[in-house]
Structure formats: C-alpha cells, structure tokens
C-alpha cells in the first residue's frame, strides 16, 4: 500500500526508453540497432518469466531454455508442415492460430516437467529441469525431419491483422508489446491473492502449510504460467531470427537466462529486463573484440554476484521487498 | 464456558503414540480439550511436548492412536486440510515472513484459511474487509502500530505476537500455543497472559508453556507431560497438590 512507487516508475521510464530506441536508430543511422534491440526484448520476456519462478516462488529451473526452444519450434514445426500441406484444417500462418498453439505446447511440457520436478526441491528440482531440457534438446537434435543439428529455416514470420510484422520496426514494437503486457500481467501476479500465497510458501512452507496452504498447485500454476511466458518468447525468436535450432534449448541458454535475472535482480521482475539488456548489450560489444567475449563477462558477473547482491538495479529500486 | 455435554470436545486426542527408535516420545497420551476450555500442557524439557504438538497439527504422523478435531477423526489428515478445518497455531520457533508487512503476514492468514486463492486479478492489501479484520487483531495483540512495518524488523517479544495474530485472525476452533511465552521480556509476558485470560472461554486453546505463574493463572485444567507420558491431568489446585506430581518434578519449578 505504501510500498514506494520507485519501481514502477523506473519501469515506465525503461520501456518509453525502448519506445523511442526505432527513432534513434533512424537518426543515427545504426543499422544493427534494431535487431540489437529485438533480442533484447525477446530475451527480457524469456528472463522476467524466469524471475516469477525463481526470484518469487524460489523455483530454481536450470532448464527454462527448454520452453523457449519448444516455443520457437512449435512455429517452426507448424510452417514446415503447413507448407508441406500435411496440416489439419490445411495448416495456419496466423499469428493468432500459431502463437497460442505454441504457448499451450509449452505449458503442457510445464506442467509435466513441474510435477515431477515439484517432487524434489533445492539441488532436486535443478538436476530434474536440467535432466527434460536435455532431453528436449536431444530430441530437437534426433529428429531429422526437422533439421535435426542444423534447425529449420522458416520461409516467412506469422502474419497478424492490421499490422505487417515482415518490417523490422513494427515486429520491435510488437515484441515491446508483449514484453509490456507480460511484465504487467506477472507484475499483477505476484501483487495479487495468489501472488501472496506463493511469495509465503518462498519464506516459510511451514507456516503457509499450518495456514492450510497445499504448496504444489500454487507452485505449479506459477511454473506452467512461467514456461507459457518463456515459450511466448521463444514464439518470438522463431518469428525474428526465422530460424530455430536446438541450441535454443540448450542448457547454456538456461544458464545465460539465469545469469541475465541474477544480474539485472533477482525478484524484482524488472531488474531482469535489464539484466537482458546489459548481457546482450555486452555480448555485442565484447564480441566485436574478440570470439571470447565470456573472459570479460564472467568476471563481470562474479563481481555482480558479489558485491550487488540484489542486482545491476536492485537497490537501486529501494525497499527490501521482492517487488 | 463449556456447552452441553452432547457436542464432541474441540480436540479429543486418543492412545497417541509415537516412538523414534528406542524412545518413546509419546506414549498412549490421551487428553480432551472442550469447548471453551484453556488447556495447559507442562512439562520438563524432552518431555515430548513439542513431538506431542507437531502430531496434533499434522506434521507428524502418530504411530497409532486417533486425533479427533470438532468430532472429525483428522488422523489421517495432512497439516493443510487440519488448517482449513480449523486448528490454528503458533510455534515455538516463530515462522513468519520476513519480506512481508506486518499487515501481509496476517491477511496471509485469512486468504489461507480456505486453502488460497489462485485469483491473480485482486490485490489483497486492498480488500478492505481483510484488512480490518487483520488490523482489528493486531490492535489486539499490540501492534497495531507496526502493521506497514516489515516482519523480520520486528523485535524478539514482537514477532510473537504477531505469531499470536496470524493464529487467531482467522478464528480458529482449536488454537494451539506452543510456548507462547518464551523469551519474552516480563512486560511482554505479562500483557500476552493478559490477552491470554480476555481470550478465555471463547476459544478452545492447547497451550504448552514453560512460565509455571502463567499456566497456574491461566489454566483451566492442566495436564503434567513427563517422558511422553501423561501422569497427571486436573485444574491448577489439583495439579499443585497431587503428590505424586510434586514428585515427579515440581519441585524443581520451585512452585
């Protein structure tokens, strides 16, 4: 109630930032601004899902990647075939159609992989999510009739209505979008009846279960919402880069998703979207320098790690609150 | 305050047993709590009061025996369902959330009390209703001062009201204290003994407590714990009087 307006603010001010990156991009003339940009709110979206789980219901997935592969895939399989002319009902390249397929996908592999990893904690439930992100990686890479190694190429991005998201600049702001309305729709989330359930169940299990708290449907509601979330972003990347691969799965891509909440502030949900910018931002700098542009991130992140341990933004946003 | 004899008692506890290798940690302890009535357990340290708490609440299941709550055998039952049934109950070793208001900590209890709610629309620090209630029993256990304060800025003898609010925001049936009292300064103890006697006779409460002039005062009937027996149960005169309790260890309690 009197919780200060600090964050929200610092989250407006972020996204009119990204608002106007198009037209700073126009006047400076910064070719590779944009795509820049989109990767960077692609990933935002993937690593605030991430931050629900971790930094709020103290889930610790090392396997998120998986989602955003599947996402991604989902797109993928759906043109491949569409093309191909093998689809029921003939097959759909509507955003609309294709999206939420992808995203339900992905939250039915949530809800599998989350039972089952909500069986364990700690250390357990790590090892179980990085153990299906394998094995939805291995997968990816075994079948061949969907580019195995090499990934599939998808001829042209979805289509939605009214807009032409073919064009660089209008896919960025429909990316923004949906990064906006995700964090807003999390942001809710963890302020809300359910949100203080689950931020409790974090704190102390004990007293939630002696309060009549039954953990594992709070805790799975917010796993499968987070694997939705990353999926979405996966649907994303598939629709930007037209091309999947099962390196999108990879269990290093979890990992830099990790990094990229930790690094930005873990249970802040915003912290992460800057977190998304720094490690992308970094990596586009650093690698113009040289192909082993981790030597200078990984030192970043242990001095990150230690000496803000709430994150690149994290104090800055004030409060001692997950907010 | 007892009602008529027909209604079950608030908690009926029968040939409880629990064993944890060659110690028997509680051993055929039966005990009643009725309507209204404010039960006392006592007993030396390791007596099995605590392991006697934790299967009442369902975090511990009894190796045989029955636990009856409002006439409903719970033995079965997981610590969450015996929640929402209605037992509610503080801990010896507070457990709050520390990230949380004051306020949170209690409107917790309420969204709880019917298991939560999986509605991600409505904030809850703004369901008025809530929040008067939960402010109505902070001001009643004395903190209605702190309520925007974070929990784990709270002080030792604060945490444990608030422990005591998060117990009875939601009005329970049975309501169990476990050693409510310890570590509280004298002005501490003395204004929860008070809010002890003004909760008397309206809820069913279980209370395990070290500090002997509060449970005497207090107690309506007393039950004596001792290597996770009971040996003796009867009102505080009985209980002061009884030799073969006075031999087992009062007189260590120099009471």
Known sequence: ??????????????????????????????????????????????????????????????????????????????????????????????????????????????????????????????????????????????????????????????????????????????????????????????????????????????????????????????????????????????????????????????????????????????GPIVGAAAFVGLEEVLSTWTQHWMIVMGPLLVIVALYRRRGLVGSFLGGDRAH | MRTEPTAPPALRIEHLRKTFGALRATDDVSLTIERGELHAIIGPNGAGKSTLITQICGELRPDSGHIHLDGADVTGLPAYQRARLGLGRSFQITQLCGDFTVLENVLLSLEAKGGGSFDVFRDPRRNRFEIDVAMEWLGTVGLGDFAERRASALSHGERRQLEIAVALARDPRVLLLDEPMAGMGAEESARLAHLLADLKGRYSILLVEHDMDAVFALADRISVLVYGRVVFTGTAAEVRENPEVKAAYLGDWEC
């Open chain 1, 1 to 270: 109630m009197t919780a200060s307006r600090r964050p929200l603010l610092f989250t407006l001010a972020l996204f009119a930032v990204f608002a106007t990156l198009p037209a700073v991009f126009a006047l400076t003339g910064w070719t590779g601004g944009m795509g820049l940009a989109t990767r960077i709110l692609i990933y935002a979206t993937a690593v605030v899902a991430l931050d629900l789980i971790i930094g709020y219901g103290a889930m610790v997935s090392f396997g998120h990647a998986m989602f955003f592969g599947v996402g991604g895939y989902a797109v993928a399989v759906v043109a491949h075939h569409t093309g191909l002319g093998e689809m029921p009902f003939g097959g759909s390249n509507a955003a609309l159609v294709v999206w939420p397929i992808a995203i339900v996908v992905c939250g039915l592999l949530g809800f599998v992989v989350g039972w089952l990893a909500l069986k364990t904690s700690g250390v357990q439930f790590i090892m179980i999510t990085l153990a299906f992100a394998q094995m939805v990686f291995f997968l990816l890479v075994s079948v061949q009739s969907w580019g195995g190694d090499d990934g599939m190429m998808i001829d042209r991005r979805n289509t939605l209505p009214f807009v032409d998201i073919g064009r660089p600049t209008t896919f960025y702001y429909v990316c923004l979008a949906v990064l906006v309305m995700w964090f807003a729709f999390c942001r809710m989330l963890v302020n809300s009846r359910f949100g203080l359930v689950l931020q409790a169940l974090r704190q102390s299990e004990r007293r939630a279960v002696n309060l009549g708290i039954a953990p594992l449907s709070f805790r799975l509601a917010t796993f499968v919402t987070s694997a939705m979330g990353t999926g979405l972003a996966g649907v994303l990347w598939a629709n930007y880069a037209r091309f999947v691969s099962p390196d999108m799965a990879a269990w290093t891509k979890s990992g830099e998703f990790m990094a990229m909440v930790v690094l930005g502030g873990l249970g802040t949900l915003v």
